[in-house]
T-cell receptor, first 112, second 117 residues
Framework: AQSVTQLDSHVSVSEGTPVLLRCNYSSSYSPSLFWYVQHPNKGLQLLLKYTSAATLVKGINGFEAEFKKSETSFHLTKPSAHMSDAAEYFCVVYNQGGKLIFGQGTELSVKP | DTAVSQTPKYLVTQMGNDKSIKCEQNLGHDTMYWYKQDSKKFLKIMFSYNNKELIINETVPNRFSPKSPDKAHLNLHINSLELGDSAVYFC????????????????FGPGTRLTVL
């Protein structure tokens, strides 16, 4: 069965410093992986997706993620945090049953 | 233009009542979904419909009954509401579902916050 584990429930960074949100996946085949963002009291928005093309995936708002099969990881990064990046981030895998399986979420706080 | 809309945005009701949440998408997508987000922000799929047909039905109490009158609408009716039903319910849509939808982005509505007293 496919699953994802987000290694940090909460990450706090200062504005202008790098962001790293960690995600490990478990899958018996080449997975489709996504990062979604949820701003307070809003719906979810797709940041980026990996679908077995390039291992380094660029998304919106300066985010990117690298698929590393050897480490079963799909960490989300951004070189410089902005206050507007404060939100909940979800790592997601698409399973063979046609379902999105969500990680537990990582809350990103950005300090001025 | 709103892509996926839900009504109402907030719903406060007493235990034992019956309530409905409506969802509409204007993206022309074939597949629609209902998700439940609990108080710890964990998201789990409940149902999925492809062109008005049920294709995913998770282990959800049968007090929850989805209905899709056409492929642009997916409503959720909940009977005999319980305290544990309090959550945020999200509707979503994608061009395709099932294995064919593996690379598809799902577009989410703004959510309906249900509070059962």
């Amino acid at each position: 069965a496919q699953s994802v584990t987000q290694l940090d429930s909460h990450v706090s960074v200062s504005e202008g410093t790098p962001v790293l949100l960690r995600c490990n996946y478990s899958s018996s085949y080449s997975p489709s992986l996504f990062w979604y963002v949820q701003h307070p009291n809003k719906g979810l928005q797709l940041l980026l997706k990996y679908t077995s093309a390039a291992t380094l995936v660029k998304g919106i708002n300066g985010f990117e993620a690298e698929f590393k099969k050897s480490e079963t990881s799909f960490h989300l990064t951004k070189p410089s945090a902005h206050m507007s990046d404060a939100a909940e981030y979800f790592c997601v895998v698409y399973n063979q049953g046609g379902k999105l399986i969500f990680g537990q979420g990582t809350e990103l706080s950005v300090k001025p | 233009d709103t892509a996926v809309s839900q009504t109402p945005k907030y719903l406060v009701t007493q235990m034992g009542n019956d309530k409905s949440i409506k969802c509409e998408q204007n993206l022309g997508h074939d597949t629609m979904y209902w998700y439940k987000q609990d108080s710890k922000k964990f998201l789990k799929i409940m149902f999925s419909y492809n062109n008005k047909e049920l294709i995913i039905n998770e282990t959800v109490p049968n007090r929850f009954s989805p209905k899709s009158p056409d492929k642009a609408h997916l409503n959720l009716h909940i009977n005999s509401l319980e305290l544990g039903d309090s959550a945020v319910y999200f509707c979503a849509s994608s061009p395709l579902g099932g294995l064919a939808g593996v690379n598809n982005e799902q577009f989410f509505g703004p959510g309906t916050r249900l509070t059962v007293l």
